[in-house]
Structures are given as C-alpha cells and as structure tokens.
C-alpha cells in the first residue's frame, strides 16, 4: 500500500507542476489586448507615417500579421527583422518582444486600417485586431462593431484576451466572449483554485447517468473478494479503481485536446459500444452463476505465489478502473468541454490532464466511500452471497442495455428494460425466506418491478420510444386534438454550409444543435426535453439547425473547431445578425428550464 501512495504522490507532483513555458500564463489573468500591444502613430520627417508597439512583457507580435489597408487596398508596409520562434500555433514564425516598428512607405490620406495578431507567451493568442488610423490628426481608434439590424457580416468578433483565444485561422464565425472555465478559474484564484473545483465538479457529476455503471462494475469485484473483504480491503481496492480511473480519464483526455480529436468519436464508436455491451452481459452471466470468469490456472497460481493472492486483486481494481474510462469519458459535460477546449487552445496539457485527474477523483468518491462501507457491510459467504451477486448481474444487465440503447432499433430498448424488470419481480418472489431477510421491501421492490415492466412492455408494442413515457403513443392516439407539434431541424455538416444558413436566416434567430445517434445524453434530450410544450413554444420563429456528427469526417470536424465545440450534445444560439448571444450556450445535460432560458436570451437580442 506504501508502494501505492507513492506512486499516487509523484503522479500528481508530476501532473501538477506546470510547464516551463506556461508558468507565465497560469500566474496571473492575460492582459486586455489594448494593454498587452499599445499602438502609437507618429509622422516622420518625410512625411510618411512610423507605426510603434509598445508590447507587454510575456507576450510576442508576429510580424507576418502586422498590415495595412486602405478602402480594401493593401498599402506597403516595411517591417524589420524579428526573432524566429517555433510557435505551437503558427510553426516558425518572426515575432516581436518589447517593441515593434513599421513604417508605411507612401503617403497616404483620410483614414486606413492596420491589422496585427500576438499572443501571451505559453498562453492565449488574440483574435486578429484591427485599429483605424487617421492620417490627419493621427488618432487611433477601434472600429466599432456592425449594428445588430446591419447585415450578416463574417468575421470573426474580436474578443479581449482575457474571455476568448482566438482560433489559429479565421474561422468566418462570431463567436460569444467566453473566458472558458478553467481560464475563468484561473484568473479568479489561478491553479490551486482550479484544482479545488474540479474535484467538487466531479462530486455534482458522480450520480449522472454516465457514472451509473461505476456502481455494479466495483459491487461486483468487491463481491468477489469473499471472506477476504474488509473495511480497509473495500476501501483499498475502490481507492486503487479509482486512482487509475482519474488517471486513464487524464490521460485519454490530455491526448484528445492535444491531437485535437474527439474523445467521443473514439471511445463511443459502434464497435466500442458493441464490445463494452457485450462484456458487461459476460459479466452478468457469470454472476448468475452460468460459469466462473477467472484467469489460467498457472497465470493465477503464479500470481497468489508472489503476493499472497493480494496483489491480484489490486492489479485487476487496477485494470478495471484504467478500463472504465471508456463508459465515463465519451459523456461531455461542461467541466470536461472546458478541460478539453483548453488544452486545444493553450497546449497546456499539463494543468488541462490535472484537472481531468481532478475530476475523476471527485467522481469517484462515492465509489470509495461505497467500497468502505460495503467492505464491512456485505456478507462474507452463505446464501446470502449468492443473493448479492444475483443483484450485481441484474446490474450488469442494466449496464449493458444503458450502454447499448444508441445502437438498438428505436422501442427496442423499452422491450429489453422489460424484460429485465420482470426477471427482478421474478428473482424477488422467488427469493429464500430467512430470520433476516427483509421481506415486505424485496416483496415491494418485485411488485414495482412487475408493474413497470409490463407497462413497458405495452409500450414498447404501441411503438414507444421513452423508458420514462413509454405510454406517450396510446396517450396521443386518445386524444381528440390535433396531434403536438415537433421541431422540424435543417441538416448542416460544414462551415460554408452553416453560414450560408445563417446569411440566410431573414432575420431569425437560430439554434445550432450539435447531436450524434451514439450520444445517450443526446437521445435525453431529444426524448424528454425537445418534444416538451414551453421549449416549442420558446423556439417558434428560430432556425433550427442540426450538425449530426454520427458520421465524423474532416468537414463536420472543422465545423466543431470553429465553433469551439468539444462534442455533443452542445446548443449554440445566434441571434439575428448572425452572432453568437453570450451566456447561452448549453453543453451537456440539457433541462427544459435552461434551454428555454437560452432561446429567450437569444431572441431578445
């Protein structure tokens, strides 16, 4: 166990302790862009105009962005040497540290434009910035932004340092002023501050829908320790589960936001799925008792030889905790977008995996305190124990259909909750009464059991599709009115196609839903929240766009990067002018009451 805390300790000395280069950007809040580059015009004694940068120490101009324009015209410019810097978002680059110079080699009249681009060092980078200069008096001003009744214009809005980086090209999109959550975090109380939230993030998330099965996956191997389990034993095992499960989560999600793919489109793949379904009902069955899942009889032996038949058990919470990343990680929630979009942004994989890690171990708490308790709670051997390992499989069996849902035939699922639920009524009625056995709740819980599944059943032959409603078609065909209204959504899949749709909108708001067939947490919302009365009602006169992300390829890819979307389910909401309405945007799990909020926010604007 020493072995194992130490281990733990130089991992997080080593996850925690920020990158040389980024120490600067995680010590204090990115200046505002007019602070970090102060542009001063002056005439020179030829009458032509000198440009001067006055640059903020820890940040670069790159001199290949610095340009002029007049009425669309590109003016000469002359730029001095600067120095060549590998940039992790331009490649090699000259940039300009301190102070920058140029001087425009013609006269010129009126007013004009300059252009220029910098970045914190080993930290954000800027939008473009564009400044108007009058050539008479010399004033410098920023152009103010189109009116809201103007037409569509295409540019990426300009947004301070310290709310948005600036994507690494121009995206054509005008995306909200966002600070991002860990840069939020960070400029209000820097890393300890970061590492403190996101543990408590996982705490609110560690009873969601994607966590679930955590819960029978770690009964189940406790299950299996027999006479062996302890208090400390169950604390132990679930300790070393969920160490190593933070740290696959970490680790699958550093390299996601550095390769910039998608940590969904990898680990909720059909054949992901398919294979995770498969093993969970394996599972199942051995619990049931139809045959015992353990390694060759060498492997084991050679294994109980060398660790008194301890070590085993913690390799095996080891690897099961490593593998569970694979159901907890495809689900997208705000903390984990804002981990992911981070590192994308800022190549600061270091703090961005020690949040990740900080967000597993938060999620994982309950699972430790259920270890603890269940090693001194759970019975050690008899008929009992085959009792509680019969509850386990029919948890196995509700994690394999959960996990299956994306892939069945819509109503498929309902007949296979079912089934399910009338084989628990059937184990509970059947149940071997003893002095112990608490009979009037195993009798309740059978009774329930039955009643839902057979309601789920006729709901599943009248062609439900919602576990939770699956009487809604029998209620629709009763009813004498008209049937309800749906949501009708227009189909997008790449950048000219989504803003060809937003020129487009005749002055109608519009919500673009990111979605996926393989997203449970999509299929959620498209069951319980889109078909609701008040969000019809709230989204009546907006364009309703879908991007289906179901078949990823490079298109619909380069449509998420520019709109700085980590994965579905995500809803973006322009208004009118085709600009994205700050505090709007939802990711994740999506309530009624949030996303009709979202829509009138949007249309109010």
């Not at 009774?447 to 576990?467: E, F, N």
Request: aromatic share 8%.
């Amino acid at each position: 166990m020493k072995k194992i805390l130490l281990a733990l300790a130089a991992f997080l000395f080593v996850s925690l302790m920020p990158a040389p280069e980024t120490a600067m950007a995680q010590s204090s809040r990115p200046l505002p862009v007019e602070d970090a580059f102060s542009l001063a015009v002056k005439r020179t004694q030829d009458g032509t105009l000198a440009l001067n940068w006055q640059i903020a120490e820890g940040y670069y101009l790159y001199r290949d962005h610095i340009g002029a324009s007049q009425d669309g015209a590109e003016l000469p410019l002359e730029t001095g040497p600067g120095i060549r810097k590998d940039d992790p978002t331009f490649g090699l680059s000259e940039v300009y540290y301190d102070e920058a110079s140029a001087r425009l080699s013609q006269q010129v009249f009126g007013t004009f434009d300059i252009t220029f681009q910098g970045c914190q060092d080993g930290g954000i980078c800027y939008a473009p910035e564009t400044r108007r200069v009058n050539a008479l008096t010399l004033a410098v001003i920023k152009p103010q932004p189109p009116q809201a009744t103007a037409p569509v214009e295409w540019v990426t809005e300009e947004a301070p340092a310290a709310t948005a980086p600036a994507a690494s090209e121009d995206t054509g999109f005008a995306l909200a002023e966002d600070d991002g959550l860990i840069q939020s975090l960070l400029g209000r109380g820097g890393v300890f501050l970061v590492l403190v939230s996101f543990p408590l993030f996982g705490l609110l998330l560690a009873f969601t829908p994607c966590v679930f099965p955590m819960y029978p996956i770690m009964a189940g191997a406790l299950a299996r320790e027999g006479d062996r389990l302890t208090a400390w034993r169950g604390f132990e095992l679930s300790s070393i589960y969920v160490i190593a499960l933070a740290s696959a989560f970490a680790l699958l999600g550093a390299a996601a936001g550095w390769s910039g793919q998608n940590l969904q489109l990898v680990l909720q793949s059909p054949v992901t799925i398919g294979i995770l379904s498969a093993l969970f009902a394996i599972l199942a069955l051995s619990m049931f008792g139809l045959f015992e899942l353990q390694l060759p009889t060498a492997w084991t032996s050679w294994v109980a030889n060398r660790t008194g038949g301890v070590g085993g058990s913690r390799r095996s919470a080891a690897i099961l905790g490593f593998s569970s990343a694979l159901i907890v990680g495809p689900c997208v929630t705000v903390p984990l977008a804002g981990a992911l979009l981070y590192i994308a942004q800022t190549a600061d994989v270091a703090l961005g995996a020690a949040a990740l890690f900080a967000l597993g171990i938060g999620k994982g708490i309950p699972l430790i305190i259920m270890g603890t308790l269940g090693g001194k709670a759970l019975p050690r051997a008899g008929a009992w124990m085959e009792s509680v390992k019969r509850v386990f499989g029919f948890g196995f069996l509700a994690t394999a259909i959960w996990t299956a849902t994306p892939l069945l035939p819509a109503g498929l699922d309902l007949a296979l909750w079912s089934a399910l639920l009338i084989a628990i009524a059937s184990f509970a009625f059947s149940a071997k009464i003893t002095e112990t056995t608490p009979l009037a709740a195993i009798r309740s819980v059978g009774a329930l059991s039955l009643i839902y599944g057979i309601i789920l059943m006729l709901g599943a032959a009248s062609g439900g599709t919602d576990p939770l409603k699956p009487l809604a078609r029998i209620a629709e065909r009763s009813e004498a009115s008209a049937p309800a209204r749906e949501l009708v959504f227009g189909q997008t899949g790449s950048i000219p196609e989504l803003k060809a749709q937003l020129a487009s909108a005749g002055g109608a708001p519009t919500l673009v839903y990111f979605t996926a067939d393989w997203c449970v947490t999509c299929r959620v919302i498209e069951r319980s929240v889109l078909p609701d009365t008040g969000v019809i009602n709230s989204l009546d006169g907006f364009q309703l766009i879908k991007a289906d992300l179901s078949d990823f390829n490079d298109e619909n890819g380069a449509l998420m990067k520019a709109l700085e979307v980590a994965g579905p389910p995500t809803m973006l909401f322009f208004n009118a002018a085709g600009r994205e309405v700050a505090g709007t945007r939802l990711i994740g799990s999506i309530s009624v009451k949030k996303l009709i909020g979202s829509a009138k926010t949007a249309e109010a604007l």
